[in-house]
């Protein structure tokens, strides 16, 4: 039995490639987090104080996003717009009549090459200039609901056996297999919108360079993105802003009111598109973790020399210098809650979600506030967290809810509260 298993553990190994991963055990004892001290959002690099909204638009906020943009996400070489758009299906007799359904595609020359993606969007009926909730999806716009009429995209796509997902494509088998975490229903009931995108047709989310949106930008003969330029979380985050630009050009949508949602790793690219695209008007990391809310410097759970380990194509080859450096950081993830200010931002974690340190995700919240507070706005006011299933929902909101990384019919309720309050008044 027992030579079973370890011939079955060489197997597991081999195949998952794990073998390549040093040795990592994740630190989860709060006693044991390491002493930092954290930068001050509202003074420089140089020392001085920040003391409005002038002098933070003009010495800090660019100093902060120019230090993010080169060292952390990654910057976009060059500018590409929409070579063209077309509504490849649209009903106005969706979700039981209850909402008015368009899926568009979006294409980009560039390069003599193409990258086409496709987003699917729900409006109420009755309420098309209601604001809508902006967001990628894992597995295909076809997971997030019921609708047979969701278009099933033909691009890379990680296997999954519980989804029916093999040789990296997509079928009818994994339709609505992703509902509960998008709650399309309640959404459109509560009057809002919401406007979804396969991440994997912007960038396969694989360490690829010669695919998705990358070679579209490189100079000639370049093969992967410098070092300071866009990993796939930049990449992923230009796509969204993309989509904005589509948005606005749509007479049935309200671009300025376009809530940025992402959940995990697309929770970072969420909070780095709101960062970096001011005309975002509220922006949501669920379950974030580390390189999105969770500060980098408690190195709780996922740390920066793991993440860039794991997955060495999500950020700039830049943010390599940082690992098992974090002290080094002149920044850290509270700043780039900052950069979204005044505009509201709601950071959300989950109890058994440890790896991806709710704490840390909380003080990121709390620590961005003087931001938001020069700007008259009312952030985290305690540094205590809240109790779970209790949110503090400010111009900054927190919430902690019971379970484990995911995103629930709660999360939903939650955001959909606070978007009454903050966005739609
Ligand atoms: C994990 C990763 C996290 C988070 C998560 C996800 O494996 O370590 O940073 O991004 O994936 O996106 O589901």
Redesign the pocket.
């Known amino acids: 039995m027992k030579k079973i298993l370890i011939l079955l553990s060489v197997i597991l190994i081999t195949q998952t490639g794990f073998s390549q991963q040093p040795e990592f055990t994740p630190n989860y004892d709060e006693s044991k987090v390491p002493k930092f001290k954290l930068s001050d959002p509202l003074k420089t690099f140089k020392g001085r104080k920040i003391k409005n909204v002038k002098q933070w638009e003009k010495n800090r906020r660019p100093e902060i996003l120019d230090f993010f943009t080169r060292n952390v996400y990654g910057k976009v070489p060059g500018n590409i717009e929409i070579s063209k758009w077309q509504v490849v299906e649209q009903s106005d007799n969706a979700l039981n009549g209850k909402a008015k359904r368009k899926q568009v595609e979006l294409a980009f020359d560039n390069n003599g090459k193409t990258l086409y993606f496709s987003i699917l969007i729900y409006l109420p009926k009755g309420n098309e200039k209601a604001p809508l909730f902006l967001g990628y999806n894992f597995y295909g716009n076809h997971t997030i609901c019921d609708d047979p009429n969701i278009r099933i995209s033909d691009a890379w796509v990680r296997n999954n056996a519980a989804f029916g997902i093999s040789n990296n494509q997509l079928t009818e088998q994994s339709r609505d297999v992703r509902k509960e975490r998008w709650q399309v229903n309640t959404l459109i009931e509560s009057g809002y919108g919401l406007a979804t995108i396969y991440y994997g047709e912007v960038d396969p989310d694989k360490d690829d360079f010669s695919d998705g949106i990358h070679p579209l930008l490189y100079t000639e003969g370049q093969k992967r993105p410098d070092a300071d330029e866009w990993g796939s979380i930049s990449a992923w985050a230009w796509g969204l802003s993309r989509a904005l630009d589509y948005l606005e050009q749509d007479a049935d949508a309200d671009a300025s009111k376009v809530i940025v949602f992402g959940h995990?790793?697309?929770g970072?690219t969420s909070l780095w598109a709101g960062a970096t695209d001011r005309r975002f008007a509220g922006v949501i990391s669920n379950n974030s973790?580390?390189?999105g809310a969770a500060l980098s410097k408690r190195a709780f759970g996922?740390t920066v020399a793991r993440?860039n380990t794991?997955f060495p194509h999500w950020f700039a080859r830049n943010f390599i210098g940082y690992n098992n450096n974090e002290s080094a950081l002149p920044v850290d993830q509270h700043e780039l809650i900052a950069l979204i200010a005044p505009r509201p931002v709601y950071v959300a974690s989950a109890e058994e979600d440890e790896?991806a340190d709710p704490r840390g995700e909380f003080l990121s919240a709390y620590y961005a506030t003087p931001v938001y507070n020069l700007f008259g706005k009312t952030g985290i006011t305690s540094d205590k967290m809240p109790g779970v299933n209790q949110p503090v929902q400010n111009t900054v909101a927190y919430h902690i809810r019971t379970g484990k990384?995911d995103v629930t019919l709660y999360d939903w309720e939650q955001y959909i509260k606070w978007a009454n309050e903050q966005i739609l008044k």
């Open positions: 995990s790793r697309l970072k973790g580390c390189g996922e993440i794991s790896w990384h």
